[in-house]
């Protein structure tokens, strides 16, 4: 049941992913009913008060018999310079993604190869128009080529192309926001280019959602652009070294398990520390770049070129995740593949009394 509130949303957001669906079924009462509900879990309905504090957005899911799936990944780059990404590989993933129907996908950063190119945020939204057909929600995180192009006090013409390839989520003027998918599942989407120090707005921010899940939630995503564990030899980027040092001391406390995920290495990563699964998903696109695998990473890859998106699926008390991965050099029979899957087993419920 789709109440007035949502219908209302519906109308003023007017998501263009569905607009020719409405026009061609409103005939069929039904019908309009489930593509108006589509519309409402991608945009969030439950989105807080806009400016009071970082958004939230909802993507509730239907029951059924089909798991709960969505996507993440990073440094897609989407330009047309041909010089910086692989735009084979690229659009091979973007339709990969678009064929698993997600409940929604998560970008870690670098979206467009330069941020204050309006040009490149066109190119994004003419190679994923088939996610807006689908009312697939994207929620991305900022990163550093969000950035590129804009001189040191001029970020706000790189935020202000951010804040419009978003729309109609609302999340001007912030630079983190949270997603809920479903009851199970909470993202808290980071800005690595922000303070993440011990008392900054965005670590306040980050500990009391982390820390106030709210009933039903059974785990944690952490998004953001440079990941907190990583091969050493990339040195760290900002503060995002800060998040690993929270979670080493409280994950053990927290009543959800805690997945983290970050991009800007172009390539894949895997590794499991203090009850927390760190994960690197940089092969949107963007050039590749090698990792060693001999510091506890844990997916062993013996390919040192991983274009991939992750695929996560939640059945029951287990999160498991797959990189599926594109090989652009490959036969059409032989390009994709899934050599790393893992799984996350969510903490007991607390017993009933």
Not at 13 to 36: D, E, F, H
Not at 162 to 185: D, M, Q
Not at 238 to 261: C, G, N, Q, S
Not at 263 to 270: A, D, F, G, M, P
Request: charged letters at 20%; glycine letters at 8%.
């Amino acid at each position: 049941m789709v109440d007035g509130v949502a219908l209302r949303k519906v109308e003023r957001l007017k998501m263009p992913g569905c607009a020719r669906r409405r026009r061609a079924l409103m005939a069929v009462g039904t019908l309009l009913l489930s593509c108006v509900a589509t519309v409402a879990l991608a945009l969030g309905q439950g989105q807080r008060g806009a400016g009071a504090a970082p958004p939230h957005f909802e993507v509730p899911v239907t029951s059924g018999p089909a798991p709960l799936t969505f996507v993440v990944y990073g440094d897609t780059r989407f330009t047309h310079r041909p010089d910086v990404v692989n735009s084979v590989a690229r659009r091979a993933l973007v339709a990969g993604i678009a064929a698993q129907n997600p409940a929604a996908i998560f970008i870690g950063g670098d979206l467009v190869y330069q941020g204050s190119n309006a040009d490149d945020y066109a190119v994004y939204r003419e190679e994923t128009a088939a996610w807006r057909q689908s009312g697939i929600p994207v929620f991305p995180a900022l990163g550093n080529h969000e950035f590129k192009g804009c001189a040191p006090g001029t970020e706000a013409v790189c935020l202000g192309n951010w804040w419009s390839a978003l729309e109609p989520l609302a999340v001007r003027p912030w630079r983190w926001y949270s997603v809920s998918v479903g009851r199970e599942i909470l993202a808290l989407v980071l800005d690595s280019d922000s303070a993440l120090t011990v008392g900054s707005e965005q670590r306040r921010w980050f500990e009391q959602q982390i820390n106030h899940t709210g009933p039903g939630v059974r785990f944690v995503l952490v998004l953001l652009h440079y990941p907190p564990v990583r091969d050493p030899l990339f040195p760290p980027a900002k503060d995002e070294k800060e998040i690993a040092r929270y979670l080493r001391k409280h994950a053990a406390l927290l009543p959800v398990r805690a997945v983290v995920i970050g991009s800007h290495v172009h390539n894949y990563e895997r590794y499991s520390r203090y009850g927390v699964t760190w994960l690197v998903s940089g092969g949107g696109g963007a050039t590749p770049v090698p990792t060693l695998r001999i510091f506890g990473e844990r997916s062993h890859l013996h390919t040192a070129v991983n274009f991939h998106y992750l695929r996560f699926v939640l059945d029951g008390d287990v999160l498991t995740g797959t990189m599926v991965r594109f090989d652009p050099d490959a036969s059409a029979a032989q390009a994709w593949s899934e050599p790393d899957r893992f799984q996350v087993r969510a903490r007991p419920r607390p017993a009933l009394r």
